[in-house]
């Protein structure tokens, strides 16, 4: 099993950058793909990005390529994501997520394990 732990939420300006940070615990964490979804009040959990076991490939969710880019090193087993340009539609609920799947990879139902999640809030 894998336990993980988001931290780096907060309030931040519009245009401003904020990161994000998963912390795992557990075995084999490289053996897991990770992936960061978010949820704002009232709307469905979006995709944000995944990366993969080994961290040389991303996978990003519709219109954030470029806004948005994540990073992972499996020594300190941390999954970071790093928001650019924040906008107020940023404004949501953070999670990381795990899966030893390699498809279907933007589907929450496809990670095994999740966080409790980060809150961000973009002012305008």
């Known amino acids: 099993q894998v336990q993980l732990v988001e931290s780096g939420g907060g309030l931040v300006q519009a245009g401003g950058s904020l990161r994000l940070s998963c912390a795992a615990s557990g075995r084999a964490f490289s053996s897991y793909v990770v992936g960061w979804f978010r949820q704002a009040p009232g709307k469905e959990r979006e995709f944000v990005l995944a990366v993969s076991r080994d961290g040389g490939a991303t996978i990003y969710g519709e219109s954030l390529k470029g806004h948005f880019t994540i990073s992972r090193d499996n020594a300190k087993n941390t999954v970071d994501l790093q928001m650019n340009s924040l906008k107020p539609d940023d404004t949501a609920l953070y999670y990381c997520?795990?899966?030893?799947?390699?498809?279907?990879?933007?589907?929450?139902?496809?990670?095994?394990?999740w966080g409790q999640g980060t809150q961000v809030t973009v002012l305008s």
């Open positions: 997520a795990a899966t030893q799947a390699i498809e279907g990879l933007s589907t929450a139902s496809t990670y095994y394990y």
